[in-house]
């Protein structure tokens, strides 16, 4: 059974940091996509990271600069390191995973979410 596990999150001010991790049980990281995913209040999902198996990696626009993903094959874990935190940060961020690249934008597994709030 696969299970994805975020925590992390919290609340900062502007301009803070937090770093999510995943923990990822029953997949192995090494699969085709992992990803971070988020949804803000009132809005719809959208994909924040993607990393593929052979380490290309895709940043929003939005966060290039600012975030960086990376994993630990060991831990089977991944995570978001995120700085420079603006309010339009704000939202529950989802690590996802897909074994299959071709369905990275919509993956098969999904982690219950963690909840990132950023104030001014």
């Known amino acids: 059974q696969v299970q994805l596990v975020e925590s992390g999150g919290g609340s900062v001010q502007s301009g803070g940091s937090l770093r999510l991790s995943c923990s990822v049980f029953?997949?192995?990281?090494?699969?085709?996509?992992m990803a971070w995913f988020r949804q803000a209040p009132g809005k719809g999902r959208e994909g924040v990271v993607f990393i593929k198996s052979d380490g290309a990696i895709t940043y929003a626009d939005s966060v290039k600069g600012r975030f960086t993903i990376s994993q630990d094959d060991a831990r089977n874990t991944l995570y978001l390191q995120m700085n420079s935190l603006k309010p339009e940060d704000t939202a529950m961020y989802y690590c996802?995973?897909?074994?299959?690249?071709?369905?990275?934008?919509?993956?098969?597994?999904w982690g219950q979410g963690t909840q990132v709030t950023v104030s001014s």
């Open positions: 029953g997949y192995t990281l090494s699969s085709d996509c």
């Open positions: 996802a995973a897909d074994p299959n690249w071709n369905r990275c934008m919509q993956p098969r597994y």
